[in-house]
């Protein structure tokens, strides 16, 4: 969580799931590179995957015994609306190949 990249995630995760192809919407990096953030964020039991046809989203385990000083954090982390209206605007995933 030492990351901004991760903790912005975690702040969209905490809204809505997202695909890879999202969140690359948001951030100035490859998949490949949003892909090595997600998959530290899975490492380390806060996100999860799920295959839902092509794509596979993310979202955030509730459930996790660290969930609850991740949410304290999060109350603390700037606004993240404007990216969230950048994922919904570009309904990357009409055209998404990832």
């Not at 996100?47 to 092509?54: L, M, T, V, Y």
């Not at 982390?77 to 998404?96: A, F, G, W, Y």
């Amino acid at each position: 969580m030492g990351d901004k990249t991760r903790l912005t995630i975690v702040v969209i995760l905490k809204h809505r799931d997202c695909c890879v192809c999202e969140l690359n919407e948001v951030f100035d990096m490859s998949q490949p590179s949003i892909s090595q953030h997600l998959r530290k964020l899975k490492d380390s039991g806060l996100i999860q995957e799920e295959r839902r046809g092509r794509w596979v989203y993310y979202s955030l385990i509730l459930q996790s015994e660290i969930y609850p000083l991740i949410d304290d954090l999060l109350a603390h982390v700037p606004d993240q609306t404007e990216n969230m209206r950048k994922i919904e605007k570009s309904q990357i995933t009409l055209h998404c190949n990832c």
